[in-house]
C-alpha cells in the first residue's frame, strides 16, 4: 500500500476540515518503531503532533508472552508500571519531539497542542504525555489528546496516575477492533478516561464516560473475545489505518 507523504498535505481527507494544516518536521526511526510528525493549523491555532501507528502484524508482536514486560514509570509514581516495549519506543521519539516542540510554540506561543495517535502510536502519545509531565508539565495546560485503536499501555496505578493529570483525552475505538483489549487484564494492565466507540451494529458514535481504571461496560469491553477481530483496527472513520 502506498501512504500519503505527511510533508504533502493533499490527500482526499486532507483538503477538508483540515484544509490549511501545514507540516513542520518529522522523526522517523524504524528500528524503535517510532515516527512523529509536527503540523500546525493556523485557523484552529493548533500545534499537532501525531505519532503514527503500525502494521496490525507487528502491533500483535508486542502481546507476546515474551513482551509482556511492565518497567517502573514514571519516576516518582508509587507502583505505577507501563509496557517496556511502548515506553522504550516512545523515548526513542521524545527528545526530538521536545525540541521541535519548544522551537514551534517559541513562533506561535499562544497555540494549543493536540497530541494523536493510532495503534502503538497512541499508547506512544498517551506515554509522551507522561513525558511532559515530568519535563514540561506547564504544558500540560494547554494540550488534549486523541487516540484511535489504542491498546492498554499500563497498570491500573499508570491508568490512575494519566487521569489525575487531567489532560482532556478521547480514547476511539471501532467497533470490533481487537488490539484495545490488549494487553490483558489478566496480565494486569488497565485503560484510563472515556472511551468513544464506534459500534458495530450500526455504526452509532457511542460515549461512554470514564468510570476510574474501570472499563464502561457499555462499551467495546462489552463484546466477547470471539467477535473480536483485527480487520477493525485497520480502518477508522472509513480511513486506512
Known amino acids: 500500500m502506498k501512504f500519503q507523504d505527511v510533508t504533502d498535505w493533499g490527500c482526499s481527507a486532507c ?4 484544509k490549511g494544516t501545514s507540516f513542520v518536521s518529522q522523526f522517523n526511526s ?50 505505577s508500571s507501563v509496557h517496556n516495549g511502548f515506553l522504550e519506543s516512545m523515548i526513542a521519539g521524545a527528545p526530538g519531539a521536545m525540541v521541535a516542540l519548544e522551537k514551534q510554540w517559541a513562533k506561535t506561543p499562544n497555540y494549543r497542542l493536540a497530541i494523536t495517535g493510532h495503534s502503538l502510536g497512541a499508547a506512544q502519545a498517551v506515554l509522551f504525555v507522561t513525558y511532559l509531565a515530568v519535563r514540561r508539565r506547564q504544558w500540560l495546560v494547554n494540550t488534549t489528546v486523541y487516540t484511535y485503536g489504542q491498546p492498554r499501555v499500563g497498570n491500573a496505578a499508570f491508568a490512575a496516575y494519566y487521569q489525575s493529570l487531567g489532560v482532556p483525552t478521547t480514547r476511539v ?16 494492565f488497565a485503560h484510563h478516561g472515556n472511551e468513544v466507540w464506534i459500534r458495530p451494529d450500526d455504526s452509532a458514535v457511542v460515549i461512554c464516560p470514564s468510570m476510574g481504571v474501570e472499563e ?4 467495546s469491553v462489552s463484546l466477547s473475545w470471539h467477535e473480536l477481530n483485527v480487520a477493525d483496527h485497520r480502518q477508522y472513520f472509513d480511513a486506512r489505518t
Not at 483538503?15 to 483540515?18: A, D, W
Not at 475505538?173 to 494486569?188: E, I, K, L, S, Y
Not at 464502561?216 to 462499551?219: G, I, K, S
Request: proline letters at 9%; a negative charge.
Open 15 to 18: 483538503i477538508n476540515e483540515t
Open 30 to 79: 524504524s528500528t524503535e518503531g517510532v515516527h512523529w510528525y509536527l503540523a500546525v493549523h493556523p485557523t484552529t491555532h493548533t500545534i499537532i503532533l501525531s505519532f503514527e501507528g503500525t502494521t496490525s502484524e507487528r502491533v500483535m508482536t508486542y502481546f507476546k508472552d515474551i513482551q509482556i514486560t511492565r518497567t517502573p514509570w514514571p519516576p516518582g509514581v508509587d507502583d
Open 173 to 188: 475505538v471501532n467497533q470490533h477492533d481487537v488490539v484495545p483489549r490488549m494487553p490483558t487484564r489478566a496480565w494486569g
Open 216 to 219: 464502561n461496560p457499555q462499551c
